[in-house]
C-alpha cells in the first residue's frame, strides 16, 4: 500500500503548502516541496523492485459506476511505470532543491505558491505515469496543463510571461481535445479504460477505428510535448523561472507525450498507419527545432528548441517501433536537458535575472568554473559523445533509423549533427571569448550557492553514469540492443564534427560569425521564426481571428443586435410614458391626492376640537354620555 | 308627588348644578367642590332609590362613594396645591396643555 504514497505524498505536500503555505513561510514551504518529493523518490525505489519482478497494481477508488462497466482510478506499476515514476521524482527532487537557491531574491513575495504548484505539477504527473487507465491519465494531463500554465505565467507582472502561459494553456488544450476524443474512442471500442483490459483486446477490434483512436490519442501527445503543429507554446515557456523549464523540459509535462505513447504502445502498434504520422511528425518536428535552435540567441529558448528536437527524435525512434529506445532516451535526456537548463539558470542568476541573450554574456569559464564544466557536460551528453548518457540512449535510436532504412538514418545523423553544434555554439559563446556582460552589467558574475550548485553535479554525474545502465534499462523492458560499432563511431565523429564547427566558427573566429550572418540572414530569419509558424500562429490565425471576431461584433453584436434591443428600448420608453401620463397621472395621482386633501382638510377642522380647557372637555363628556344614555334608552324599549 | 320622588328630582338638581359649575367656573378648586356637588348628587339618588326599591346595596355603595370622594378630594386638593406652587395660579383656563 506504501506505493499510493508515492502519488499522495506530492499532493499532501500541496495541499499544505497551498493552505498554510502563508503562515509557516515561503522556506518551510520550500523545504515541505522537497521533503514531500524526497519521500516520493525513495518510497519508488522498493516499488519499482517489485514491479520489475513482477508488475502489480494499486486500487484507489471507485469513480463511477455505470451499468456493466465501472470507472475506477487505480495505480499500475510495471517495469515502463515504476521506473519512469523514480526518475521523475528524483528529477523533480533536485530541481526542487536548486529552486530554493534560484527563487531565494524571491521569498517574502508570496513564493509558496510557486512551491504549491510545484508540488501540484509532480503530482499530476506522477498521475500520469502511474495511473492504469486513461481516465487516471487524462486528470494527470489536465493537472499538468494547469500547473504548466500557472507555473509559466508565474511572473505575472510580465505580459510576455502571461501571455506565453495563455499561449502553452491554449495550445495544450487543442491537444487535450484530441486526446479526449481519443479516449472517446478507446472506450467506444474496448468498453472499458483499463490498461490491462485493453491491451489484451487489443486484436479484436476494428483496425481503422483503432487508427483513428490512436491517431487522436497521439494529438494529445503532440500538444503536450510541443511537437509540431503544436510546438509554438514550448519556446514561449521560457517566460516562467528557470526551475520550472527545467521541470517542465526533463521530466514533466513535455515527458508526458512520449510516456503516454509508450504506455499505450500495444495500441499504437496494432495501427501501422497511423505508427506512421507519428514518426513523420516526430522527425519533422526534430528537424525543424534543431535549425530554429541554430539561430536564436536566448538562453534558454536554444535548450527549448533542443528538447523539442530531442523529443522529435523519440516520437521518431516510437514511430518506427523502437519502444525502450525512445524510453531510454527520455530517460538519458532527463538527467542532461535538466542539467543543461540548471545551468542556464545559474549564469541567469548571476545576473540578476537581468541577463538572457547568450550575446549579452562572454567569458564566464573564469567566473563560474563549476556552472562551467556542468554545463559541458550537459552539452556532451546532448551532443552524443563517448561515454556520457547521451551516447548510448541517441545510438540505439540512430542505429534503429539505419535499419529502418538508410536514408531515415542519414536524417537522425543529420539532426544529431545539429544538435551538436547548437548547443556548443550556445556554450562557447557564454563561456569563452571576450566578456561581453562587461559591457551590459556593471557586477562581476559570480558562482552561485552551493544549494544550486549541488542538484547539478548530481545531474552531472548522472549524466555521465546513466548511459552505461543500457543494457540492464533494455532487458528490463523486454527488449534485447546492441550497439552497432559502425553507427557509433559514426554518431560520434558526426557530433565532433558539429562541436568542431561550433569551435571554428565561435572561439576561433576562422569565420566572423557576424559576416556569416549577414550573409545568410534570409535563412537565419527563416530558422528563427520557425519556418513562420509562430507568425502564421500569432498573427494568421490568432489575429484572424481577433479580427474577425471584432468585425462580427461590429456587425452582429453593435448593429443588429444593439439596434434591435435599443429600438425595443425606444418603443417601450415611449408606449410607458403615454401610460404614465395617462394612467398615472390623470388618474391614479388625482385620487390618491384628493384622498390626501380631503383628510387633510376635514383633520384641521376637527382639531379645532382640542381646544386643552378642562371644562370643554366636561362639557363633551357630559353631551356623548347623554347621548349614548338615549341611544341605550332608546334600544332598550 | 311622593317624597321619594321629591329626592330624585334634589338630587338631579344638585348633580346639574355640580355640572354646570365645572363646566363654566375656571379655579380649579371650585371645580373640585362643583364635583364633589355632582357625587353628593348621586348619593343622595342612590338612597332615595334603595328607599323605592327597598334594598341597602345603593346606601352600602353611597358609604363607598363617600370614602373615594374623600380620598379623591385630598388627591385633588394636592393636585391644586401642586399646581399652584409650580405655575403661580389656580385657573383652568391656563393649563391647557399637559406639557410645558
Redesign the interface.
Known sequence: MEAVLIVLLPLLSFLIVGLFGRRIGDLASAIITVLGSIFAFLLSIPASTKALSSPFSVPLYEFIPLGNYTLRLGLYFDALSSLTASLVCFIATLIFIYSIGYMQNLFGLWTYKFYAYLSFFLFSMLMIVLSDNLLGMFFGWEGVGLASYLLIGYFHQQKYATNSAFEAFVMNRIGDWLYLFGIFVVFYLFGSLNLLDIFGKVNTVDASLLGLAVLLLFGGAVGKSGQFPLHTWLPNAMAGPTPVSALLHSSTMVAAGVYMVARLYPIFESAPQSLKVVAVIGGLTALFASLAATSHTDIKKIIAFSTMSQLGLMFLALGIGDKSSAMFHLTTHAFFKALLFLAAGSIIHAFHHHAHDIYEVGGLKKYMPLTYASFFVGALALAGIFPFSGFWSKDLIIGSAYEASFSLGLFVSFVSFLTAYYIFREGFVMFYGEERHKKHFEEEPQESPSIMLIPMLILAVGSLVVGFFEGWYMSVLGDKKEIHLDVAISSVVIALAGIGIAYLVFVKKVLDPEKLYQSLKPMHTTFKEQFFTEKLYHKILAGGYMKTSKALFTAGDRFIIDGFINLTNFIYFRVVKFLWIKLDVFTVDLFVNGVAKLSFRFGKRASLIQTGFLNNYVAFLFLGLVVLIAIIIYFME | MTIELAYILISIFLFLSG?FG?????NLIT?LVSTELMLNGVNLSFVSMDRIVGGVEGQIFALFVLTVAAAEVAVGLGLVVAIFRLRGYEG??E???LRD
Open positions: 355640572l365645572v363646566i363654566i367656573r375656571k371645580l383652568s383656563s393649563i391647557t396643555q
